[in-house]
């Protein structure tokens, strides 16, 4: 009943714009409604026994709910960040009253597809919210309706589609494979891992490589990743935020599904060694390309790449390194939304986006300009953020299992995009303003999707909250428990 | 029998549709190619006796042999842009590569896939060309209409899978699956206008603003 719930109030949040007037407060109430929605995963992650099933159709164990607290931070986040942004940006003449409320609407579509992804058990049925997701973003990305924007929305909507493509192609033939041994047919994926030491093993390995390339593509893992720069800098901000911080989660999570059943059939080695594969290429394609980016909203989109990277080559490493993978998974959207959320800021007040050319943020906007200079060390895995930690789990996995040449390549590519990313944005940080800008603060409902996200970046730094932390374990025992045959 | 003639039609369609040189063409092409899916099914309903694929054989005629169809030769005829297809390929090259593809497909399913059947790795290496084949136009067609039916051409090719190989996906997949096609082919239809409206063309290797 409580699964319902979650799902229902951004459904029922998609036809608000129809009755409510006044836009203010459609963005308060938008934001009340997400805070809802964290608030009820939150308590039933802690009072709900796991896994829950009810018409054969919702399947939700510890793994689902951690992707489900993931989405509901960040959505959360992003819905307090849209009511002040959308606002400036009908007083600046580039969204009509209209066309906010469509963006309400869609927000909360886009939100409702993701929070679907993790709820199904159907294999068929995730890709088929994967797919809703393509489609309820792709009017976000081409939001503003200029050349650009336009331009983006296309490449993101046709690589996207392509990509899943590829990746229902992987579905299909893990179903043949199923339906082989199977007596009843199905795609229901806690009904296929019982059955996966008696799968075939070669047509499961091949499924396996399809899913990953299709859904590797929406999870922006290079070199599929062409999509992910243009749809994330052209997307209207708070989109942004999402499409960087969860909607790439989701992938993961997809993938995550099928190599559990992939390692119960071939063995765990297949599939880490193709995560720390594809880990690498990200990792080398991210670091060359922030390196020389010009536009804040991109060079923040190139960071992304880097951290899926991180993210599945600690899901190669297994153990620890998949705990710091899991815990990254968070942490990354959390500090992720939280710059672009700074990079929006930023853009909204000097109306340009060029790195070579902001300057003197911190002087200009005391609020964000300081959440910038500590969003800038926690993006680039500084100690005490939270982005540490998680990258020296997966480094302490990595050196234990002797994987020295993987792990030197990581620390060696980590160091130099730590300098990109602190060169870049120290030159629009620090410095003198423009003397025709006046300094000025933010409204109230931003600075607290700031603070918001940056209690969980500083305390994940600390101490990895209790909440958490026993998720993530339960979410590892099925990501591994399974390795052992259930 | 019936089965193995609409098979070989649907690869034979799929062929005249790598060498057309106009988009409406192309839309027919498409159109007959659904059609044989449609025949297809249908024939695997019968000999199955599953009434679930009766219900899918009447989708993929509703949507994708009348409406989809019928919504792009709509669009190609209102924003009356050039006609041709803007090859990146003459046609006697891409036959070339078509059939290279057919190639590849079946030895990489008498290779790698482990089929004990001979008619499945058959029916296998067909679809899998399809699906190259509808990747092909995409990559090597400029318009972005020609996108979208390389798109689902690539799709088609993969409802064959499912039927031939499976009897098709649990019938609540497969329903949502054709609703997301078909809401995928409407906003890529509407994204068509916008670029038409904003750069004046339908040339997709001319968008090329955002790099690096």
Partial sequence: ?486 | MYNYIFLISILLITYYMVIVKRLPALVGGFRLQSLFLFLTTVSFAFELKEAALYIVAILIFVLKVILIPNFLAGITKKIQVNENLGLLLNPQLSILVALILTYLSYLFTFNVMPFTDKMQSVTFALTLCVILIGLFIMIFRLKAITQIIGLLVMENGLFLLAVTMCRGMPFLVEISIFLDVFISVIILGIFVYRINTLFTHIDVNKLTNLRG
């Fill in chain 1, 1 to 486: 009943m409580i699964l319902l719930c979650i799902l229902s109030i951004p459904l029922l949040f998609t036809l608000a714009p129809l009755f409510v007037k006044k836009l203010r407060a459609l963005g308060r109430l938008n934001a009340i409604g997400h805070l809802a929605v964290l608030v009820t995963v939150f308590y039933f992650a802690l009072n709900i026994n796991l896994p829950v099933k009810f018409f054969g159709f919702f399947y939700v164990d510890a793994l689902s709910v951690f992707f489900l607290f993931v989405i509901s931070v960040v959505t959360f986040a992003a819905s307090l960040f849209s009511i002040d942004y959308i606002s400036k940006d009908i007083s600046g003449g580039f969204i009509s009253e209209k066309k906010a409320k469509f963006y309400y609407a869609l927000f909360n579509f886009f939100s409702f597809s993701m929070l679907l992804v993790p709820m199904v058990a159907n294999l068929g049925m995730v890709w088929v919210g994967i797919e809703l997701t393509t489609l309820a973003s792709a009017f976000l990305v081409g939001f503003y309706n200029n050349k650009n924007s336009i331009e983006a929305a296309w490449k993101y909507i046709i690589i996207c589609s392509v990509g899943i493509i590829f990746a229902l192609l992987g579905t299909i033939i893990l179903y043949y494979a199923v339906s082989c041994v199977a007596t009843t047919k199905t795609l229901n994926w806690h009904e296929i891992a019982p059955l996966a030491k008696s799968l075939d093993a070669n047509i499961v390995k091949i499924a396996f490589l399809f899913i990953l390339v299709g859904y590797g593509t929406k999870a922006g893992i290079a070199p599929m990743h062409t999509w992910l720069p243009d749809a994330h800098s052209q997307a209207i901000s708070p989109v942004s935020a999402m499409l960087s911080g969860v909607l790439l989660k989701t992938a993961i999570y997809a993938i995550l599904r099928f190599s559990i059943i992939t390692n119960a059939c071939v063995g765990v080695n297949f599939t880490s060694n193709l995560f720390i594969l594809f880990g690498i290429i990200s990792l080398v394609i991210a670091c060359g390309f922030i390196l020389v980016q010009k536009r804040i909203k991109r060079f923040l989109a190139y960071s992304s790449i880097e951290h899926i990277g991180v993210i599945i080559i600690g899901l190669g490493f297994g153990g620890l390194g998949a705990y710091g993978a899991l815990l990254h998974i968070f942490n990354h959207a959390v500090t992720k939304s939280f710059m672009f959320f700074g990079g929006a800021c930023v853009v909204k007040k000097y109306k340009k986006d060029n790195l070579n050319v902001i300057k003197g943020v911190v002087a200009s906007m005391p609020f964000c300009g300081v959440m910038l200079v500590m969003g800038m060390f926690a993006i680039s895995g500084m100690p005490p953020f939270s982005i540490f930690f998680s990258e020296l789990f997966i480094l302490i996995s990595g050196f234990s299992q002797g994987r020295y040449l993987v792990c030197g390549l990581f620390l060696a590519l980590l160091a130099v995009i730590f300098g990109a990313i602190v060169y870049h944005l120290s030159r629009i940080l620090f410095g003198k303003k423009p003397e025709e800008l006046k300094a000025g603060t933010e409204a109230l409902s931003t600075k607290l999707s700031f603070l918001f996200l940056l209690i969980f970046m500083c305390l994940v730094g600390i101490k990895v909250p209790v909440f958490l932390n026993k998720i993530i374990l339960a979410a590892l025992e099925i990501l591994k428990g399974i390795n052992h045959g259930l």
